[in-house]
Antibody, heavy 118, light 113 residues
Framework: EVQLLESGGGLVQPGGSLRLSCAASGFTFSSYVMSWVRQAPGKGLEWVSAISGSGGSTYYADSVKGRFTISRDNSKNTLYLQMNSLRPEDTAVYYC???????????WGQGTLVTVSS | DVVMTQSPLSLPVTLGQPASISCRSSQSLLHSDGNTYLNWFQQRPGQSPRRLIYKVSDRDSGVPDRFSGSGSGTDFTLKISRVEAEDVGVYYCMQATHWPLWTFGQGTKVEIK
């Protein structure tokens, strides 16, 4: 059974940093691209970042480019999102998601809440 | 970026009656491999999104057959043949053709009248 468990969310002041983690199990982690998607309170879904299976290719939404860094440790089956220079508009639940979501096997975690506020 | 536009944004339905949600993309979702990667997600209150439909009309494992998807190119539809109480939530279309830049519709809130 595929499981994705996010952690690391919390309350942080504007300009601060936070690192999110997503622990994966139930599939061959290194074989899958992974992504982060966020959802502001009461709002819709926004793709944030993605990374190839090897970690050699990374992609970012314009809204987070230069501030967020996606990475992965395939030996630990864990995905990360380092978030720096946080802004109030980054407040959201952050979900990790496996795969391209083009065919079978598109799973999301339960999410972790990040609140950026003074 | 591909813009996904859903309608309606709010959909009150009577239990047992059908429901239909439209999704339009700003450009064709036909991939160079010949497939169209249009997904539908369901987000029940307090839960994370769960995919129901992929490649326009294929149901994910465990999804009831009252859910169906159709469409091509830029116009897509999700239909629920007979709405049940457990179908309450927000439904999102999402294009995966232009990965990694997934884009989502605004969401359609389905509620019981």
């Amino acid at each position: 059974e595929v499981q994705l468990l996010e952690s690391g969310g919390g309350l942080v002041q504007p300009g601060g940093s936070l690192r999110l983690s997503c622990a994966a199990s139930g599939f061959t982690f290194s074989s899958y691209v992974m992504s982060w998607v966020r959802q502001a309170p009461g709002k819709g879904l926004e793709w944030v970042s993605a990374i190839s299976g090897s970690g050699g290719s990374t992609y970012y939404a314009d809204s987070v480019k230069g501030r967020f860094t996606i990475s992965r440790d395939n030996s630990k089956n864990t995905l990360y999102l380092q978030m720096n220079s946080l802004r109030p508009e980054d407040t959201a639940v952050y979900y990790c998601a496996m795969g391209y979501c083009t065919r079978t096997g598109c799973f999301w975690g339960q999410g972790t809440l990040v609140t950026v506020s003074s | 970026d591909v813009v996904m536009t859903q309608s309606p944004l709010s959909l009150p339905v009577t239990l047992g009656q059908p429901a239909s949600i439209s999704c339009r993309s700003s450009q064709s979702l036909l991939h160079s491999d010949g497939n169209t990667y249009l997904n539908w997600f369901q987000q029940r209150p307090g839960q994370s999104p769960r995919r129901l439909i992929y490649k326009v009309s294929d149901r994910d494992s465990g999804v009831p057959d009252r859910f169906s998807g159709s469409g091509s190119g830029t116009d897509f539809t999700l239909k629920i043949s007979r709405v049940e109480a457990e179908d309450v939530g927000v439904y999102y279309c999402m294009q995966a053709t232009h990965w990694p830049l997934w884009t989502f519709g605004q969401g359609t809130k389905v509620e019981i009248k």
